[in-house]
């Protein structure tokens, strides 16, 4: 098998790119350390089997930002958008107050993320990862999926 990291490198340029562009923002530091904030939001949300079952369909790149830094620990309950607002801030760090600004860009984010996300996740393993979530993230993030 070969590995061929320069394109897995242009693939990830290419994505981000795109990303920073529907994120309206011309860092593309800053789109994905937005990015990795929300997938390992996510990650922490939903089950083991269920984060395994996702990345098995994200391209490479994507699948090293998902598993970037994940340990085996309890899961976090998150019950509500401000929970889940307060875990990707937290695993932002301290550039979480410049890089989402506000709950409200915050949430605009996530969205734009699932809906970029969709090329690589299909619509089966979307209402999967659904299930295992709270109602208010349910509608939010999926609500332009499921017309």
Same mark, same amino acid.
């Given at each position: 098998m070969s590995l061929n990291f320069n394109q897995y490198a242009a693939d990830a340029n290419s994505f981000m790119k795109e990303y920073a562009e529907k994120l309206n923002i011309e860092d593309k530091e800053k789109a994905g350390r937005i990015l990795s904030a @929300?997938?390992?939001g996510l990650r922490e949300v939903i089950s083991t089997e269920e984060s395994l079952q996702l990345i098995?369909?994200?391209?490479?790149f994507l699948k090293a930002v998902y598993v970037n830094g994940w340990s085996s620990h309890k899961k976090q309950r998150v019950k509500c958008m401000i929970e889940f607002i307060d875990l990707i801030n937290r695993f932002d760090g301290v550039t979480? @107050?410049?890089?989402?600004?506000?709950d409200k860009k915050t949430i605009q984010y996530i969205k734009i993320t699932f809906l970029v996300l969709r090329k690589y996740i299909s619509h089966g393993e979307l209402k999967d990862i659904r299930t295992e979530l709270p109602i208010e993230l349910k509608s939010l993030i999926f609500e332009e999926f499921l017309i």
């Open positions: @929300i997938l390992h098995a369909q994200l391209p490479m979480a @107050i410049n890089d989402f600004e506000s």
